[in-house]
Each structure stands twice: as structure tokens, then as C-alpha cells.
């Protein structure tokens, strides 16, 4: 069975800075895709950023980007110019290309910005 | 922009009594999810549902849980009989048809029911 594994429950940064979660998988498939979601105070799953995994290229959106690699089962975060707007848990995913497709959740990062 | 709703956004019940937690997913979507977290915990997979029956459950997903589709938009979670540790957030997520034979597109999930079982 896939798994899902964040290793920092909590991070906090300065406001305009950079900072990387971190996520690591293990999965015996070789297609499949990876997820970033946002769950602000509200409690809803926004989400952050898709990658699949057959494409090299790391996937960007805006100040959001990720550093996958497939060898290591790596799937990090990296927030640029961070906003008080993006404090909230940030949970990583998983999802099998075949089958249900159900998504696999890690345990989730509190991230907080500092003004 | 189209969007998962969920109702209702609270619901506070009695152990024992059954609820139906209603979603409408995004109208041109054929695959439908149900997922909960308990407080402070990882959001865990219930089931998947597609052309009208269930595609996978978890162990989670017993006997005390049903899901149907009643009409064409409206998916809904039923819990017969609720316990204690039922209580939790349910998401309802969808998701769209095969794009480009690699699969289906991101699940998006609605706001969540936030479900107290006293």
C-alpha cells in the first residue's frame, strides 16, 4: 500500500520569505500522481499543485513550485515571497493513476507566516 | 469558476441515529469521493463511487455506511448508526473523466460537513 510521509509538523517563516515542506512517498508503481493541498482555518481543501510523475519537469504555479524526484520518492514545497494568506496545514498526496484513485494524505505541516 | 458543495456545513446528532451528509459535485464530473478527518489528523480515504456503484472502500467504509447517487447531481454519505468516534469532517471530492488516457483529473473537494456526535 502507498504511503505518505511528512516529516515537520510545524514550520513558520518570515513574511516575504522562502520556505520548503517536505513530503516522501513509497509506492511500487511507476505512474502516478503527486499533490500539494492547502487546509486553511476553514477547513477546506484547497488545492496547491499537481504533479505527474512521468514529467521531469518540475511543476510551478506563481510563487508555488515543487522539487520532485522520483528516485528518491521526494515531493517537496517551496512557497516563494510568503504571505500572511498562506498560513494554514499544507498536506501532501498521493493518487494511482489506475484503479479508484484514491487519494493517500500525509499528516499534514502547520505552516505559520511571521509578519 | 465550478465548485463541490457540500450541506450541511454542521450537523450535531445523537449516538445511534443515522445522518445523510449531502455533496453536488461539479456538474461535468463522473467520479465521486468521500473522505473524512478526524480533528487534528490526516484526511483518510471512505470510498469511491463511479456509474453509480462503489469503485473501492476502506476498512473504515463498514456496514454503518452507504453512499448513493439519488438523482444526477446530488451524492450522499449515510451513517446508520452514528458512534462517538464517527465524529469528524466529511469531504466530498470529484473528479472528471480520463484526459489524455492518463487518467482522471485532480479531485476537488468541497468545504466539508463538520459532523459532532454526542
Known amino acids: 500500500a502507498q504511503t505518505v510521509t511528512q516529516s515537520q509538523p510545524e514550520m513558520s517563516v518570515q513574511e516575504a520569505e522562502t520556505v520548503t515542506l517536505s513530503c516522501t512517498y513509497d509506492t511500487s508503481e511507476s505512474d502516478y500522481y503527486l499533490f500539494w493541498y492547502k487546509q486553511p482555518p476553514s477547513r477546506q481543501m484547497i488545492l496547491v499543485i499537481r504533479q505527474e510523475a512521468y514529467k521531469q519537469q518540475n511543476a510551478t504555479e506563481n510563487r508555488f513550485s515543487v522539487n520532485f524526484q522520483k528516485a528518491a520518492k521526494s515531493f517537496s514545497l517551496k512557497i516563494s515571497d510568503s504571505q500572511l494568506g498562506d498560513a494554514a496545514m499544507y498536506f501532501c498526496?498521493?493518487?494511482?493513476?489506475?484503479?479508484?484513485?484514491?487519494?493517500?494524505f500525509g499528516q499534514g505541516t502547520r505552516l505559520t507566516i511571521n509578519p | 469558476e465550478p465548485e463541490v458543495t457540500q450541506t450541511p456545513s454542521h450537523q450535531v446528532t445523537q449516538m445511534g441515529q443515522e445522518v445523510i451528509l449531502r455533496c453536488v459535485p461539479i456538474?461535468?464530473?463522473?467520479?465521486f469521493y468521500w473522505y473524512r478527518q478526524i480533528l487534528g489528523q490526516k484526511v483518510e480515504f471512505l470510498v469511491s463511487f463511479y456509474n453509480n456503484e462503489i469503485s473501492e472502500k476502506s476498512e473504515i467504509f463498514d456496514d454503518q455506511f452507504s453512499v448513493e447517487r439519488p438523482d444526477g447531481s446530488n451524492f450522499t454519505l449515510k451513517i446508520r448508526s452514528t458512534k462517538l468516534e464517527d465524529s469528524a469532517m466529511y469531504f466530498c471530492a470529484s473528479s472528471g473523466a480520463w484526459t489524455s488516457g492518463r487518467g482522471r483529473e485532480t479531485q476537488y473537494f468541497g468545504p466539508g460537513t463538520r459532523l459532532l456526535v454526542l
Open positions: 456538474s461535468n464530473h463522473l467520479y
Open positions: 498526496a498521493y493518487g494511482d493513476i489506475q484503479g479508484a484513485q484514491k487519494l493517500v
